[in-house]
């Protein structure tokens, strides 16, 4: 079975750090983009970026460039979305999605989220 | 304020039909990338409804269809059922940010 399991919930301080991961498990992860989309408390969705594990090729959202990065370790099929100074404002459900494409495929499969809170 | 613009609701009967839009521009819809459609039940993770403006995953009832004309695309859903009631988000690609967005989303409410 195609799956992408996220990394659990996380309670963070403003100013701290944090890595959330997404593991891909029932196809070749180093095949297929990885994406990752924010969901803000009773608000839509919004495309943070994208990664290609092949290669580690990179886009951003001008909306995130430069607020978090997004990497990839393939040795363990792991996507990963961090930031070096949490912000309140990131207080957030974080889903991870597998795509076909860089920039305008649909995304098929879906993590099951996490959440993070930041709160001082 | 997204660059796809969708209206925030809409409601149906059981068994009518709904129709849910989304408006782009001539750098995302407009310059013909392709649009995709998600459902999003309460508190559970986004699915692909219609991908590529008009197609349906193996698993997708017929009752969802997408349409695409110029700038703007809609879903169409027939036969409402209880079920049905959602978040529904549009997606597409836009040159001016050279990146991917979302609609802002639209609750789907069935009386």
């Known amino acids: 079975e195609v799956q992408l399991v996220q990394s659990g919930a996380e309670v963070k301080k403003p100013g701290e750090s944090l890595k959330i991961s997404c593991k891909g498990s029932?196809?070749?992860?180093?095949?297929?983009?990885i994406a990752w989309v924010r969901q803000v408390p009773g608000k839509g969705l919004e495309w943070m970026g994208i990664?290609?594990?092949?290669?580690?090729?990179?886009r951003y959202s001008p909306s995130f460039q430069g607020r978090v990065t997004i990497s990839t370790d393939n040795s363990i099929s792991t996507a990963h979305l961090q930031w070096s100074s949490l912000k309140a404002s990131d207080t957030a459900i974080y889903y991870c999605?597998?795509?076909?494409?860089?920039?305008?495929?649909?995304?098929?499969?879906w993590g099951q989220g996490t959440k993070v809170t930041v709160s001082s | 304020q997204s660059v796809l613009t969708q209206p925030p609701s809409v409601s149906g009967a059981p068994g009518q039909r709904v129709s849910i839009s989304c408006t782009g521009s001539?750098?995302?819809?407009?310059?013909?990338?392709?649009v995709h459609w998600y459902q999003q039940l309460p508190g559970t993770a986004p699915k692909v409804l219609i991908y590529?403006?008009?197609n349906r995953p193996s698993g997708v009832p017929d009752r969802f269809s997408g349409f695409k004309s110029g700038s703007s695309a809609s879903l169409a859903i027939t036969g409402l059922q209880a079920e049905d009631e959602a978040d529904y988000y549009c997606?597409?690609?836009?040159?001016?940010?050279?990146?991917?967005?979302f609609g802002g989303g639209t609750k789907l409410t069935v009386l």
């Open positions: 999605a597998r795509g076909t494409k860089a920039n305008t495929g649909a995304f098929y499969i």
């Open positions: 029932g196809y070749r992860f180093e095949g297929n983009w």
């Open positions: 990664i290609y594990p092949g290669d580690a090729d990179t």
């Open positions: 001539s750098s995302n819809v407009g310059a013909g990338y392709t």
């Open positions: 590529d403006d008009t």
């Open positions: 997606q597409s690609y836009d040159t001016g940010l050279s990146a991917s967005v």
